[in-house]
T-cell receptor, first 114, second 114 residues
């Protein structure tokens, strides 16, 4: 069965520090991968998605970047965090099995920038 | 531009009664719709979906209704249980091959009271 792992679960970082959040998927190959953010009191905003190794599409201009160095690994990064980067970050994957189930999400990372 | 809208940020229902969560969309290209349930500090989990070729899909206590002419869908939960208390997101997709992106609404906080 497919599983998705996301870490760390919580993170407190000072303004101006770098960021690296990692997400890995097991039990499937060539998944579509996504990074979402849920800011306080807001919905789920798509940040990046990837359909293959090295293929990254950005949905909104921001202080963040994403990379996919391996088929089942998706990394969210920042060189210098801003206060506005605080939020709940979610990684998700989808396959080509149709839309019966949509995405499968990871358990999320609560990022607080102080 | 919010293409998927959930105009009720919160809903309170008594245990055993019906919960009705609403969602409106603006993009006529959307052809698949999903509902997700999210508990605090966890990733969303898939609940139920519906294709645009249907107007109703039922799974146990959960039923989703789609009115394409009104660009409106709703989720009915009958009977409501305290464990149903969570944030519910509707999501829509109409993109094929472009990473199968889902557009999410802002969510509705459901509280089921004893």
């Amino acid at each position: 069965s497919q599983t998705i792992h996301q870490w760390p679960a919580t993170l407190v970082q000072p303004v101006g520090s770098p960021l690296s959040l990692e997400c890995t998927v097991e039990g499937t190959s060539n998944p579509n991968l996504y990074w979402y953010r849920q800011a306080a009191g807001r919905g789920l905003q798509l940040l990046f998605y990837s359909v293959g190794i090295g293929q990254i599409s950005s949905e909104v201009p921001q202080n963040l970047s994403a990379s996919r160095p391996q088929d089942r690994q998706f990394i969210l990064s920042s060189k210098k965090l801003l206060l506005s980067d605080s939020g709940f970050y979610l990684c998700a994957w989808s396959g080509d099995r149709g839309w019966d189930y949509g995405y499968t999400f990871g358990s999320g990372t609560r990022l607080t920038v102080v | 531009d919010q293409q998927v809208k959930q105009n009720s940020p919160s809903l309170s229902v008594q245990e055993g009664r019906i919960s009705i969560l609403n969602c409106d969309y603006t993009n006529s290209m959307f052809d698949y719709f999903l509902w997700y349930k999210k508990y605090p500090a966890e990733g969303p989990t898939f609940l139920i979906s519906i294709s645009s070729i249907k107007d109703k899909n039922e799974d146990g206590r959960f039923t989703v209704f789609l009115n394409k002419s009104a660009k409106h869908l709703s989720l009915h939960i009958v009977p409501s249980q305290p464990g149903d208390s969570a944030v519910y997101f509707c999501a829509a997709s109409g993109v094929r091959g472009g990473g199968n992106k889902l557009t999410f609404g802002t969510g509705t906080q459901l509280k089921v009271e004893l």
